[in-house]
């Protein structure tokens, strides 16, 4: 064989490899976003629920993030905003990780795709993270909810109960129930911030011991 039948037969394998892995990402990426999509669906619902029962809650998807916001009183509220990450890759993370899956194989056929939550009353980082298997398994962990797992093709109501628990820890951050409390902390506050109102008095949010150990 020439080098140029060789090499066109290396290539022409190598195509076939890369199209299969370019396959299996797609395939990852659509059963994140048809998750995503139920998801925010159900927060929709149970937000509708809690303005039932007489919280000021708002919920609104645009640009792809869906944004929460609950107000128990004027002052009192938290915010919540999820957004489907672009992409798909291997979990290494151990809470999130498929238990038919290996930490050192980072082979797309066991990929996952992300779903992320952040809320400022925590912080700038993601406090809540979804990975999505192609096979329709999904597994979370974070401040709303420290650790679950589920189908993708779940009952809507078994869906809408998880829902629900997001919900009512977004009531919590706001109200202040639920263990989540404030301290008073020992950042700098000056008489020039009170009179200027130009810095948040120095407090800071509390959380529930377990959730604090999960985030660790």
């Known amino acids: 064989m020439s080098f140029e039948d ?23 990426e659509e059963v994140a976003r048809g998750f995503a999509e139920r998801l925010f669906a159900g927060l929709e619902y149970t937000a509708e629920l809690g303005r039932k029962a007489g919280f000021d809650i708002t919920a609104e998807s645009e640009r ?3 944004t929460m916001h609950a107000e128990a009183a004027p002052g009192s509220e938290a915010e919540v905003a999820f957004a489907l990450v672009r992409g798909a890759a291997a979990e290494t993370d151990e809470d999130l990780m498929h238990e038919e899956l290996s930490r050192y194989s980072l082979d797309p056929s066991g990929y996952s795709g992300r779903i992320l939550g952040w809320s400022e009353q925590i912080g700038e980082e993601a406090c809540q993270t ?18 679950a ?21 977004l009531i919590d951050l706001a109200a202040l129930t639920g263990g989540v409390g404030r301290r ?3 950042d700098s506050y000056t008489l020039l911030d009170h009179r200027q109102r130009s810095k948040r008095p120095p407090t800071a ?12």
């Open 64 to 66: 792809g993030i869906f």
């Open 184 to 186: 008073w902390a020992e």
């Open 149 to 169: 797992r589920g189908r993708t093709d779940d009952p809507d109501e078994v869906l809408n109960g998880f829902c629900l628990r997001i919900t009512g820890r």
């Open 6 to 28: 060789v090499a066109l037969s290396r290539l022409r394998g190598q195509r076939e490899e890369a199209d299969r892995a370019l396959s299996l990402v797609r395939e990852t």
């Open 205 to 216: 949010l509390r959380l529930p011991r377990h959730v604090e150990r999960a985030q660790r």
């Open 130 to 147: 979804f990975a999505v298997y192609r096979d329709g398994l999904w597994k979370t962990k974070g401040i709303f909810v420290a650790r």
